[in-house]
């Protein structure tokens, strides 16, 4: 039975090379490379530099937040302070995958990493980028539209039962609950995938079929 948690391997591939004709070369230039730089910060030594540069570019470009954030500097030194307190704990996630991971030993510390990040001019969307940018192989991207459709989805499923999707840090680990399924259940699809395209992590690539099949 097909569904956005259950599809079959073309609706997957169609989805994805859909978003790759209209947004694969930002991929490449933008989300590759600062994926790629922010891996060469250690997080407990990062610098306002680091924020100015590549959080500040990937916020912008897949956080939406270019009124929120552009030609203003108080958020820098917040946003940098609250990587620094939760610093360890993003270290450890670093070299987690999310498909080998039984997260719900790490389920406070994923939420308490999540509130932390949430100050002014960074809302549920950017949290999940910023997450995303120093741990990309573990916490999964979303946005409204895919959180609304998610949550719409498992909705009276057995399988989800007590699952409670929403915009908090509880919200989003719930969510990544729910990507872990859906990495698991067409692992290699993903990796195949990942691979076809250069992307530097599996759980981009879920993020470009979600993004598509919650736009129709």
């Known amino acids: 039975m097909s569904g956005l948690l259950s599809p079959r391997r073309k609706e997957i591939e169609e989805a ?3 978003h790759e004709e209209e947004w694969g070369y930002l991929d490449k230039v933008l989300y590759s490379n600062c994926i790629k730089d922010a891996r060469k910060i250690n997080l407990c030594k990062i610098t ?6 590549v959080v500040k570019t990937f916020l912008i470009n897949w ?11 108080e958020w820098t030194s917040e946003l940098l302070n609250k990587i620094k307190e939760h610093c360890e704990d993003l270290e450890k996630f670093r070299k987690l995958k999310l498909e080998s991971t039984d997260i719900n030993e790490y389920k406070n510390d994923i939420i308490n990493c999540y509130k932390s990040l ?3 001019g960074i809302g549920p969307t950017a949290i ?6 120093f ?4 916490f999964p991207l979303w946005d409204t539209d895919i959180r609304n459709k998610i949550k719409k989805e498992i909705k009276g499923k057995e399988e989800y039962k007590g699952y409670k999707i929403d915009a908090s840090g509880e919200g989003y680990y ?9 990495l698991k259940c067409r692992l290699k699809i993903w990796d195949m995938l990942a691979k076809r395209y250069k992307k ?3 759980l981009r690539v879920i993020d470009n079929y979600l993004w598509v099949k919650t736009r129709k």
């Open 135 to 138: 741990a990309p192989e573990f």
């Open 174 to 182: 719930y969510f990544m609950l729910v990507i872990q399924k859906l």
């Open 128 to 133: 999940s980028k910023l997450l995303h940018l």
């Open 63 to 73: 956080g939406m937040l270019g009124r929120n954030l552009n030609n203003k500097d």
């Open 48 to 53: 306002k530099t680091d924020v100015k540069g």
């Open 118 to 120: 949430k100050i002014k």
């Open 200 to 202: 530097p992590s599996k």
């Open 16 to 18: 994805v090379e859909k």
